[in-house]
């Protein structure tokens, strides 16, 4: 498929989607990066810009599930592939089905009655307009709308390769330590680092779920040469990002207008991916430890972390019901950030005092809870974010290469 932006000023690529029995593969490359999706035994994997590919979590797999039951038309097939079908709305104009695949998420077909043909796909991260057979928009998931074209279809020449688990560029020097953080008036936090050698202050937050982002101004500095993908970021690659102990060569970092207040950027997936982040909250420090060598503390309670592909995000119980949060974003003075039908089923009332949590083991006194700023997507499994405002209560170390979140309350 041949892939063009919604809006100007950003350009051009091409996507693929591949499948044999068991397998399914979602390719996109643009301005010199390429990412990938896929399901191969039964589990999903994504990688990413620098080619780092891991196993992801069980809402990125039932995601793909579903694209791959769309893209593969098994709705056509008598048997559907065990998916339930029932009628959806219909007016003047169309008619509609609802499925539900095995194993993926609910999906909407919308038909024209006039002449049968597709008019658009509705499913959690998965929105597609169609304005003729081969030609749609999709404006899914956390990346900006673009256009699409179908440009060929055919039978495979080849078979799809294996995806193999691992990467990476992380480097660790020894005793590398920590470095001290400041808050940022969003409520975040930020940290001294070096991108090709020039120094930088960088906003930690989970929801740069990308390439490193710096300001304009400091991008213009290093000998980089950026290009504008389909989404509209301007990327390069070969940079070195240097924190503490850490250094990683030959990565991509992108272009963010304007970089958050009290920072020169903004960085998440990728600490997150390489590193064992440690955040200390009584002596403000951060601290990026190798995840082959790193050994658990002593005196931690631990809880489960999944990736939503380079974004880590924990569970919060209430009762019997619970909600899956990105773990790690400024969220102003609230302890989290909610979506409003994630607090009606927890039975929360927003803005206002959210009791009876329990973080696996640990029971949280009630925290503040405040309306999402920008949307999370419950039907998908995202439910929104806890803040630092809660997290810097502990001394916490997330390590999603492992999938898990060791914390201890500041002060124990």
């Given amino acids: 498929m041949r892939l063009s932006p919604d809006a100007t000023g950003a350009g051009t690529g091409v996507a693929e989607i591949a499948w044999e029995p068991n397998r399914f593969r979602e390719r996109i490359s643009s301005a010199g990066a390429t990412t990938e999706r896929g399901i191969q035994a039964g589990k999903a994997y994504f990688t990413d810009e620098d080619g780092v590919t891991r196993v992801v979590s069980e809402p990125v797999l039932r995601e793909l599930l579903t694209r791959s039951y769309f893209w593969r038309r098994a709705w056509l097939f008598a048997d559907r592939e065990r998916a339930h079908v029932s009628l959806g709305p219909a007016d003047a104009s169309s008619v509609s089905v609802r499925l539900e695949p095995f194993g993926g998420n609910h999906l909407l077909l919308s038909f024209s009655r006039a002449d049968g043909r597709l008019l658009f796909v509705r499913s959690p991260r998965f929105d597609l307009d169609f304005s003729s057979a081969r030609a749609f928009r999709e404006a899914s998931g956390r990346r900006p709308p673009v256009r699409g074209e179908i440009a060929w279809i055919g039978l495979p020449t080849d078979r799809i390769p294996d995806a193999s688990v691992g990467g990476g560029c992380g480097r660790f020097t020894d005793g590398g330590g920590s470095v001290l953080f400041d808050r940022t008036p969003d409520g975040g936090v930020s940290f001294p680092a070096r991108v090709n050698g020039t120094a930088l202050r960088l906003a930690l937050d989970v929801d740069a779920d990308g390439p ?33 102990g850490l250094s990683c060569p030959g990565m991509h970092v992108q272009i963010v207008s304007p970089a958050p207040a009290g920072s020169d950027g903004v960085i998440g997936a990728t600490l997150f991916r390489e590193a064992i982040v440690e955040l200390d909250g009584k002596s403000g420090g951060l601290g990026l430890h190798d995840p082959a060598r790193w050994v658990p503390p002593a005196g931690f309670n631990r809880v489960l972390v999944d990736d939503d592909g380079n974004v880590p995000v924990t569970t919060f119980r209430r009762k019997r019901e619970r909600a ?23 039975d929360f009332v927003i803005p206002g005092p959210a009791a009876g949590i329990r ?34 209560r502990f001394h916490a170390y997330v390590d999603m290469p492992h999938r898990w979140i060791y914390v201890r309350a500041v002060g124990e």
């Fill in 212 to 244: 490193p982002s710096i300001s304009a101004e400091n991008a213009a500095a290093l000998p980089l040469s950026f290009s504008r993908d389909v989404y509209g970021r301007s990327i390069a690659g070969g940079a070195t990002l240097e924190v503490g």
């Fill in 324 to 346: 899956r949060l990105r773990v790690g974003s400024p969220t102003g003075a609230a302890d989290l950030r909610i979506a409003p039908e994630s607090a009606d089923r927890l």
């Fill in 359 to 392: 973080w696996g083991a640990v029971p949280l006194s009630p925290l503040s809870a405040a309306g999402e700023t920008h949307p999370a997507s419950p039907d998908w499994g995202d439910d929104g974010w806890i803040g630092f405002h809660f997290l810097l």
